[in-house]
């Protein structure tokens, strides 16, 4: 028999009051990448990303986090069938693929973007560098938080940022848990593995009125913490 039909119902009723009134609740078990320091990561939160998060609130600084991700065409998104045999559907390449590079405004939470269907490369950045920069308020510091990918350190993106006057701060080592525009990231994967095939105007409607909202509506949770 289950184990369950040896416990008395007011046994659970109480053990739930007493795990709530300690602050016990039940959460969702979150990843952290196998090679990330979190004492590196604790103090570059505590050091570095919040205080430029308080700056940001402040409207002393806009404050960005910058990510690309990649969503290869045709897989994931089949659904499902009533039939008596399976339904077999061709799709796309497993190489044909749609990129998006983005930032996403800590405070306004709107989005800027550039998108392809090849690569994202050392002039996708500097594409989108000028975007931001172009609409930068005169005065106010920008900050973008990136990771540590090859094409974003390299000296054409380096160079023009200080050209730009944008000033680039770069995550510890496997911490995309510390990037905000994951969030977006894991919204969009889960749109476009479920239901639809992710094309660029479809991904533009999304990053540029749902995900913001979506955003915009839930407090960032830092999981190394």
Not at 27 to 33: G, V
Not at 139 to 149: E, K, Q, R, T
Request: charged share 20%.
């Amino acid at each position: 028999n289950p184990v369950w039909n040896y416990i008395e119902p007011d046994y659970i009723t109480n053990l739930n009051i007493f795990l709530k009134r300690n602050g016990i609740k039940r959460l969702m078990a979150a990843s952290l990448p196998a090679k990330a320091d979190p004492k590196l990561q604790r103090d570059f939160y505590t050091n570095t990303l919040l205080p430029l998060m308080k700056k940001a609130t402040a409207g002393k600084a806009q404050l960005l986090f910058m990510d690309a991700a990649h969503f290869v065409h045709g897989l994931g998104f089949l659904g499902h069938v009533y039939s008596k045999t399976r339904r077999l559907t061709k799709t796309f390449s497993g190489r044909k693929r749609h990129n998006i590079l983005a930032a996403l405004d800590y405070v306004t939470k709107q989005m800027f973007t550039v998108m392809n269907d090849e690569y994202i490369k050392a002039e996708s950045v500097c594409e989108l560098f000028h975007i931001i920069a172009a609409q930068a308020k005169p005065g106010v510091p920008v900050y973008v938080i990136l990771d540590n990918a090859r094409y974003q350190k390299c000296k054409l993106v380096t160079e023009l940022a200080a050209q730009l006057s944008i000033n680039l701060v770069y995550l510890p080592s496997y911490s995309p848990n510390l990037n905000l525009i994951e969030r977006v990231w894991k919204f969009l994967r889960s749109t476009s593995e479920t239901s639809i095939s992710l094309t660029s105007e479809l991904s533009k409607k999304l990053l540029t009125q749902i995900c913001p909202a979506l955003i915009r509506n839930t407090r960032p949770r830092w999981t190394a913490l």
